[in-house]
């Protein structure tokens, strides 16, 4: 089985859009990409979002790769300046509650979920651990696609996947979730 390092982007500017990430953002992927180099990834796949992009090169330049981009992985929904704020964080919550909500912009958790879940389902035939860098909201819909709801600590669902968190699966068995130890 592969062994998937989900990493959480670094902590990203307070913007809307695709913001970068904060001086605190980059030295979290400085200390992300020296652990991952230690586990030896042969592998680094990234959401096109710029947040994520940024933390995937970080982990590619210690590792001596290049950084793949892959549109599933991407966020289920990104905040734009075409929505207010409050309505963002009323389709957000709604997502989280219903799973099969379909938010004004994105996918309902189910959906995107699934698409994490396709996506690696395709890169298992990767060599080595494979470092893949994305989004809280999508990292916690596969994990409720695999785990269930109960299993997992409801400030995961409600506050999301901290910034460089961790999570580990060997295939798609979870193996550790949203882990910081690193970042220590």
């Not at 709801?149 to 460089?164: A, I, K, R, T, W």
């Not at 979870?174 to 910081?180: P, R």
Request: with cysteine.
């Amino acid at each position: 089985m592969t062994i998937f390092y989900l990493v959480q982007h670094a902590e990203k500017e307070h913007q809307l859009g695709d913001p970068g990430l904060t001086a605190l953002g980059r030295r979290q992927a400085t200390w992300t990409a020296r652990w991952l180099q230690d586990m030896r990834v042969g592998a680094v796949f990234s959401s096109p979002l710029r947040r994520a992009r940024e933390t995937a090169q970080f982990i590619a330049v210690a590792s001596g790769l290049d950084v793949q981009e892959d549109a599933r992985l991407r966020e289920r929904m990104n905040w734009s300046d075409d929505q207010p704020v409050g309505a963002f964080l009323a389709d957000w919550a709604a997502t989280v509650r219903d799973r099969d909500h379909v938010p004004r912009s994105g996918d309902s958790s189910r959906h995107a979920g699934a698409r994490l879940l396709g996506c690696l389902t395709d890169l298992a035939v990767e060599r080595g651990p494979v470092a893949v860098v994305t989004h809280g909201g999508v990292t916690v819909d596969l994990l409720r696609t695999l785990v269930g709801d109960e299993v997992l600590p409801d400030s995961l669902l409600h506050n999301g996947v901290p910034s460089c968190a961790i999570t580990t699966l060997d295939g798609v068995a979870v193996v550790d979730i949203a882990s910081q130890a690193h970042l220590r």
